[in-house]
């Protein structure tokens, strides 16, 4: 099969600033080198405390056009109502087969966080595992697409915090735009400071790696590779 000249990244969130806030460092820097970014929003963020429904899937488009990346939204029953069921993993899964991403991210699993984040993690790994069953009528519009790599990426404080995830981005150099792609969802910043946690996290993880700033990643199954003098150093953690 020949390979495409750049990657494509597909970033699944369960809310609008989902994707921004919890590797928008991480994707500047893919769309700095010409990766292809498609970022799915399954719900227009409308049971927020702040922010219209309108507002909100603006702030999307806003923060889309900043990183270059197309956008689309999926309707898997609304804010605060996502379920991981198998029909909704099959909705995802259609939008796999028709982006056809190497890499693909979803928010982690961790319970102590909102539960449309838990459900869309677990939809989203099973949407791509079954985006590459071949027999699947409900999907034969497409044809069936293997992605490369599964990985999450953390949005709230609870869990993932204080743990080092298995990858580390350093995004240093893309800081303030990303800062400055967070504040496209300005409703968010209104109760509780989103941005600063999430600087205060990039900070911390890059504290622990010789970093300025790193976001992070958490690798759903082990890193694959044949030649491990071709890995990149670790974090020197002592
Ligand atoms: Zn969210």
Redesign the pocket.
Known sequence: MIQPAHKTIFAV???P??VEFGCGGILLKEAEKGTRIHILVCSKGESGTNGSAEERVAESEEAAKMLGAELRFIDLGGDGKIEATKNNALLIAQVVREVRPQIVLAPTDSSNQ?P??VAISNLVRDASRMARYGGIDTLAAHEAHEIEAFYQFA?TPSAEFGALPDILVDISDVHDKWLKLMQCHQTQLQTRNYLELQESRARVWGLQCGLEFAQGLYSNDPLVTSEVSDLPPTARVF
Do not use: S
Request: cysteine-free.
């Open positions: 969130g369960a809310h600033d989902d909102h449309d984040h949005i």
